[in-house]
């Protein structure tokens, strides 16, 4: 590879775990693009400053991790109408002086649950977990599928009260609820709370989950997460949010390359290195 290689980078603090790399490797290689992709780790009090050197270094752009995606929609000079309904951005493209932010979060959500699992949103009940930065990112692709109805549930309920707010405008059937309030079963529940990582399951009646529920957990790992254990005892499907993680970036690399790779190879391949 000659200096002229386009070149992209994840950044965050920490990074040295992110898989972002790899995938976007595989992407390029089967795409045929010739471009470098590296980890970069920015200072905690300096991520504007890492992201310029990088520009003039000739970055075309970069992938955004914790805690950076509140500062990169900050620094971003256009944002795509999804990063600014997220409040946040994951993806960064640099266009001469300009800075692109965006979000793919939401819609390698979507892409996964709806082409991967093959589960549509559109018509279905669907129950929303958390209300941080997680769940705000994928609010408008959701309800860009034109769900049935959309609940958000959150331990701070005036939280979810607030999201609710913000997006009701979009969707007359998005509501806000506390984890007791619900004993009804749901089309598709997503897990954006961070419980998982602390092998904890969200207060949940298990009379949310029926025998064609779709219990979805943003978190992965080689095993099934506590929450995805918890919603198969009562006859759910599960699913992990590795899918998500391969299509966020896919979304990522079309924004910078103009091509959309083909994610099922690669989403086999980290499934199989887990």
């Keep these: 590879m000659t200096d002229q290689t386009d070149r992209y980078a994840v950044i965050g603090n920490p990074v040295a775990h992110s898989k972002s790399p790899e995938i976007h490797a595989r992407f390029a290689?089967?795409?045929?693009?010739?471009?470098?992709?590296?980890?970069?780790?920015?200072?905690?009090?300096?991520?504007?400053a890492a992201v310029r050197r990088f520009i003039q270094e000739g970055g075309r752009g970069a992938n955004v991790t914790v805690p950076f995606k509140l500062e990169a929609?900050?620094?971003?000079?256009?944002?795509?109408?999804?990063?600014?309904?997220?409040?946040?951005?994951?993806?960064?493209?640099?266009?001469g002086n300009a800075i692109l932010g965006d979000n793919t979060d939401g819609i390698g959500l979507v892409t996964d649950i709806v082409r991967n699992a093959g589960v549509p949103v559109q018509g279905k009940r669907v129950l929303l977990l958390g209300a941080g930065g997680a769940a705000r990112g994928v609010i408008l692709p959701l309800l860009s599928e034109n769900p049935l109805s959309l609940t958000i549930a959150n331990r701070n309920h005036a939280k979810a009260v607030q999201l609710v707010q913000e997006f009701s405008a979009q969707h007359k059937n998005v509501h806000a609820d506390d984890f007791t309030a619900l004993h009804e079963p749901f089309d598709i529940i997503i897990n954006a709370t961070s419980a998982s990582l602390a092998?904890?399951?969200?207060?949940?009646?298990?009379?949310?989950?029926?025998?064609?529920?779709?219990?979805?957990?943003?978190?992965?790992?080689?095993?099934?997460?506590?929450?995805?254990?918890?919603?198969?005892?009562?006859?759910?499907?599960?699913?992990?949010?590795?899918?998500?993680?391969?299509?966020?970036?896919?979304?990522?690399?079309?924004?910078?390359?103009?091509?959309?790779?083909d994610t099922a190879a690669v989403f086999a391949q980290l499934r199989a290195a887990l």
Excluded: C
């Design 29 to 48: 290689a089967q795409t045929q693009q010739s471009l470098i992709y590296e980890r970069l780790l920015a200072p905690l009090d300096g991520f504007a």
């Design 73 to 95: 929609h900050a620094l971003a000079t256009v944002l795509t109408e999804r990063a600014q309904a997220a409040g946040a951005a994951n993806t960064l493209r640099f266009d």
């Design 199 to 261: 092998a904890e399951v969200p207060p949940l009646s298990p009379s949310v989950f029926g025998n064609d529920t779709l219990a979805y957990d943003m978190m992965y790992g080689k095993e099934p997460t506590v929450f995805m254990r918890f919603a198969m005892q009562h006859g759910s499907m599960a699913r992990d949010g590795l899918g998500m993680l391969v299509e966020q970036a896919a979304e990522s690399f079309l924004l910078w390359r103009n091509v959309r790779p």
